[in-house]
């Protein structure tokens, strides 16, 4: 079974957001980590693996930079990766990342393609699923739960106010949600051996992809931070003044109860 | 000269740390309260090889080096000491004299199973007359025929009654002294092998501290570790190793406390201010970071001369003695920069203080550190 | 030039979900002031009544989609069926609750149409040229983006809960249009097997009014009762930490966060929750929040509206008494 996990580097979620002097977001400092929900990915496709063999490749697109989170993976045990990097890949929307992330795929022999469910970066959960829409093959989002078998795969996606069993014949592609299982750690050993695997990088050119091919279809205007909250009131004395002073002030100054 | 860590090490702490503070750092309060061994921990860290990290990969080690070892012990002791000292214990003073003095048949037979966490190791070296002068041992090794025969016992034996394998040093021929020590491995459940009394210690409270009793402990003669007569110049080989392990979980105890105090003093407001607006608070602060770097910095060379293979005698001991000198530094006034909230066990730097005490004593005081120094440095 | 904006309603089961009104009640607004048709999309099988009940919320036209096959929602189905209508009839944007469905079907039709799409917005106005421009929390809620789509139609999920649902207007009329369901077999390749909802009648997290989450101070599941009452009295739904996931207390399904659910209710109730970034990035958003916690130094306090430092063991059965003498 030949899996691709769809990795992505992003600022750590303990990250504090910064806009630099042109108002983008300030990146100088900010450790980067591998996207908490792909970690998901990588270990669902490693377990998948132990179980029926094969080849697991990891595929990103980005900075130098995310060698470091490919090699994080490749410690954990995934095979080889794939880094495509290209000066005309600057701020991609998610319909180029999906048809970039397409092209490299193609590539590679996959049975199951897993990525996380969303970035904690932009937060946009579309790249998975839309990679799926360009490849021409089922997707099921948001899964906490999935087991493989004859060239099926029976995946519990996450619904709101409960779940939902999908029945796909494979080849998918399958987005994890936490609780899917635990990321194994990467080992010492698997550390070591991890700077021996390849890290394939590919240009757009070594995708047969001219700048041309990418117009965007969404800009970002304009970056901004959130005003901050103010502490407002504590209210004090006894417990059970307090509370009766916080139910009255939620019903009559705040009116949301 | 490079002060950057390479790729693999920044991984391997990002590795520990996150294990760390996940798995081992949760459960830590809890387990010093009730002096409860790590065992669940443990199997865990020999899964991710932290139990045969300089050891070569032919005996199913990670084949990695001793920077790679001491950014283990330390991010392990950075939440949890008493973790640390298992694996320092494990990996210093039981694998490693095996490794470094061991046939091959010892090594086939011993050091694989506790470099792949299979088998927990422990060091037998002090007792009750024999602390820092290992000249006072008093544990006995006989010859018969295919056999020793060991009588005596050992004290303080971390790892002690959970360990498998057993690294001893007995007295063969009291008129020779310290040459005729001699080294060697035992395996619990030898008959006669029994453990005494469990220490109930100031520090460290989850790690295991035991005192070995040996009554007519027969073992085959295959188990004499080294040769004859070569007991203490092991012993003092592998103590010169050890200390890199003690002095990176000094490191470790340091790095901890100094972040619980940093946070606080961030978080904590007195006089309208927060703590680390205080100059009387910020003064602390950077002696501690600066004590921490200088150590961090010496355990980091004695590491670079452990695995050079060049002498690492002076180097280890000036790490170990600075590193637990700093640890008990910055532990304290952690503990006073949190005030009445740290001297409480609410907060982990009560417990840190407590587990820094040890790291002056064992594996060599801070006073025989420096006698290893001076010596060191009169005879070049 | 494309025309229209649509508001592509969720239902399950012949009931409509909130999200889809509120959208309804803020394409209404922007639609009067372009002068843009607001068209109400519905896909389902025996749903015609429900043209009906989402007019007097603003609808100029209703597209009723009937048929068997999407009784139950599926990617693939919904997605060829609406890929066709916009090919058709060219709105200039395509508006989705953020919710399960939402975030599911949106990207894949978005791909499928080869168009742009913005992710859980929190807001959505006219630009000068009369472009769609939203406004869409990235980094958690860290930071904000102002995106706008370089070509129509664009398409875009809401947060539930941004928008307020406006006074239905019962003499509103509506044209109602039934188009027959067009899917490619292709498109009938994952199978729903089973849908199991939870039995829970407390509102799901992402829509709740109001949310009572337990952290790190809840000290063991067992005590989540505490919460459940008090939710209970309130209509609230219950949330939880990381902290409080982790230490396995509570279901990951149940997590406010920047790695678990992202919640903008009118009142948030956190109890003993220190407000790591984390959590703030997942409820920074909610309109009251009011915390609860021991330590007087909780980072909570810092951004909460009301704050009572207490047990959280005795301050929330003592309110939960006091919102049952309010009714």
Known sequence: ?257 | MNFDLNEDHIMMRKMVRDFAEQECAPGAEDRDEKEEFPMELWKKCGELGLTGITFPEEYCGVGADYLSYAITVEELSRVDASLGVTISAHSSLCANPIYLFGTEEQKQKYLVPLVTGEKMGAFGLTEAMAGSDASGTRTTAVREGNEFIINGSKIFITNGYYADTYVITAQMDKSKGNRGIAAFILEKGMPGFTFGKKEKKMGIRSSATYELVFENVRIPAENLLGEEGQGFKIAMVTLDYGRIGIASQALGIAQGAYEQALKYSKERSQFGKTLSELEVIQFKLADMALQIEAARLLVYQACHMATEHRPVSKYSAMAKVHASETANMVATQAVQILGGYGYTRDYPVERMMRDAKITEIYEGTSEIQRIVIAANILKD | MAKGIWIVIEQNKAEIRNVSLELLSQGRMLADKTGDPLVAVILGSTVSKLAGIVTPYGADKVILVDDENLADYTTGAYTSVLNKLIRKEEPQAVLLGNTAVGKDLAPRLAQRLGVGMASDCTGMEFDEESFLTFRRPIYGGKAFAQVIANARPVLATIRPNTFPIALPDTARQAEVINETAEIDSEDLRAIVKEIVLAASQRPELIEANVIISGGRGMKGSENYCILESCADVIGAAVGASRAAVDAGWIEQKFQVGQTGKTVSPTLYIACGISGAIQHLAGMGTSKVIVAINKDPEANIFNLADYGIVGDLFEIVPLLTEEFKKLG
């Open chain 1, 1 to 257: 079974m030949d899996i691709v996990v769809c990795l992505k580097q992003t600022f750590d979620t303990e990250a504090k957001i910064v806009l630099n002097s042109n108002g983008k977001i300030d990146g100088t400092g900010v450790n980067l980590i591998m996207n908490p929900y792909d970690e998901f990915a990588v270990e669902e496709a490693l377990k998948l693996k132990e179980k029926f063999g094969g080849q697991v490749t990891l595929v990103s697109m980005g900075g130098e930079r995310v060698t470091e989170s490919l090699r994080t993976a490749l410690a954990m045990g995934c095979d080889e990766a794939v880094l495509i990097q290209d000066p005309d890949l600057e701020s991609p929307d998610e319909w180029v990342t999906a048809e970039v992330l397409a092209k490299a795929v193609s590539k590679i022999p996959y049975d199951i393609i897993l990525a996380g469910r969303i970035a904690v970066d932009d937060g946009s959960g579309q790249v998975a699923i839309r990679l799926a829409d360009a490849l021409k093959i089922p997707s099921v989002n948001c899964i906490i739960k999935l087991e493989v078998e004859d060239g099926k795969a029976a995946a519990t996606r996450e619904i709101d106010g409960g779940t939902e069993l999908i029945e796909v014949r494979l080849p998918a592609v399958l987005t994890a949600q936490k609780g899917l299982n635990i990321p194994r750690y990467p080992s010492m050993m698997g550390i070591m051996k991890a700077k021996k695997k390849e890290i394939k990088g590919m240009t757009l050119a070594d995708l047969g992809i001219g700048a041309a091919d990418l117009p965007r279809k969404m800009s970002i205007t304009k970056f901004s931070l959130p005003s901050p909250r103010k502490g407002g009131i504590k209210i004090s004395g006894e417990a059970a003044d307090a509370a009766k002073e916080l139910a009255r002030i939620l019903r009559e100054e705040a009116k949301v109860i």
